[in-house]
């Protein structure tokens, strides 16, 4: 460990370089997990820089289903002396309201609830949920979650990636929601869900108390951060001359308030204390600490809380953060020929003539037709943990030669295909069908563009109202597609502009 300690302080070769998988494929994860738990004896969990990201997903499932087992278990002899206990957390929710509904009722739960295996249910709609139910749910709460009319994370218009709205969050309402978002994605994790979440490397380096910088920086805010690396870089004698006026008063963004921007002091003073050569490796590293750290703190302690509500931090000491991102994110290297060694098929043989047409049509497309193919028989577009050799593929036999399209059961990566009479038709259909499916990244592109105009159109109704009323004391909050502003003297009002009606109201005070 001594040698991995050293090289975790200077990055001499990659941390993967400690992979060992001759210990991984001789080792049994279910058989050393209880010795591991025990302290009895020799553990190789105990050497976590040996297993990779795969190994280690494998052993935090295996944690959370022992939890899951004694839930369900407590959940049984509560209902025999009690009276009538659910053995699981069970959401009932609209697929138009499902953050909202999501987030009252886990609002309502407790500890022991969280920790139950988790069962959805959309309103109105007939279905077992044995993963494909599941899946759907949580795409549906990462798009609006992050969609950014929700308010609660801005991104980042080159990088694409979120982070916490730097505004000092202070409304207990607010910090609550984070608390309830932090919930969902534990969920998540806890039952084994990949979610194509936008956050950047710093915020897994966060959950696990691992410090961020500059290179974080870059990765979220390329602009900013490649201007501070600028600074940093700056060489010629001039220096002064280039950055005068510059102190480490900082101005940012606040894009949900009225006014547009604020100040920061990096340090007491700081209007006061020029930018200089001496002092600009200070300056950068107090503006890295801001972004990550002190402009969020309140919202990012209660996501925190409101994860590990769910998951158990102590199951996370295993992983490094470029880990845990990808076990909760799952990965964009798409390797189908990994896929095509490990799928498996019903009804079809290894060499039928359709199969063979199916890998020569597929390893053909391009990477975005790929993602769409992935995406429209597992509910995702990206490869779990451990890549797509370790993901169940199946391909079944759905009858003869036919007009119809390809269809898949998500819940258990099945692509039920017809026996086409030609590769050509087999294409054909294969790639209508796909076409239908939607990438994060086709969806992300379509939210940015329509929540620009839904910014606007709010701002307006707030100019138009705050002209014909005081407002004296003016502090603006925009979240869950409501823009609330509050006042020192009448209380709290709010400006919705929801359907079906399309009309601003204005609520009574709020006390």
Partial sequence: MLVDDINNENNFVSFS?????????????????????????????????????????????????????????????RAMFIGVNSPYLHLEVRRDHVVRDSIAQLATKTTHDLKKQLRVTFVGEEGIDDGGIQKEFFQMIVKQIFNPTHGMFQSDPESRLCWFTKEYVTDAGVLEEYMLIGRLLGLAVYNSNTLEIPFPLALFKKLLHAPSTLVDLIELDPVLGRGLRTLL??????????????????????PYARAKTALYDLKPNAAEIPLTKDNRAEFVGLYVDFVFNRAVAAAFDRFS???????????????????????????????????????????????????????????????EEQKRLLFFTTGSDRAPVGGLGHLSFIIARNGPDSDRLPTSHTCYNVLLLNEYSSKEKLEERLKKAISFAHSTDDLSRLFHERADRRLEMLQDDFDLISEQIEVPGLDVVYSSGVLTFKTGVSGTYVINKQPPNKQIWLSSPIR
Avoid: C
């Avoid at 050393?32 to 105990?46: C, H, L, Q, T, V």
């Avoid at 010629?236 to 001359?241: G, H, I, N, P, T």
């Fill in 17 to 77: 370089e400690f992979y060992n998988d001759a210990i991984k494929e001789a080792i049994s994860i279910k058989e050393d997990y209880p010795r591991w738990k025990a302290s009895s004896g020799f553990s190789f969990f105990n050497y976590p820089f040996l297993l990779d990201s795969q190994a280690k997903g494998d052993i935090l499932k295996i944690e959370n289903m022992v939890t899951m087992r004694h839930e369900l278990q407590d959940s049984f002899f």
């Fill in 305 to 367: 809380d409101g994860l590990y509500s769910v998951v158990d931090r102590e199951s996370l000491v295993f992983f490094r953060p470029e880990e845990f991102q990808q076990l909760v994110v799952g990965s964009n290297e798409l390797d189908f020929k990994a896929l095509e060694f490990n799928a498996k098929y019903e009804g079809w043989e290894d060499d039928s003539v359709i199969i063979k047409h199916f890998w020569e049509i597929v390893n053909d497309m391009t990477v």
């Fill in 233 to 254: 870089d700056y060489s010629s004698v001039d220096f002064e001359q280039v950055y005068e006026g510059r102190t480490f008063q900082i101005e940012y963004e606040t």
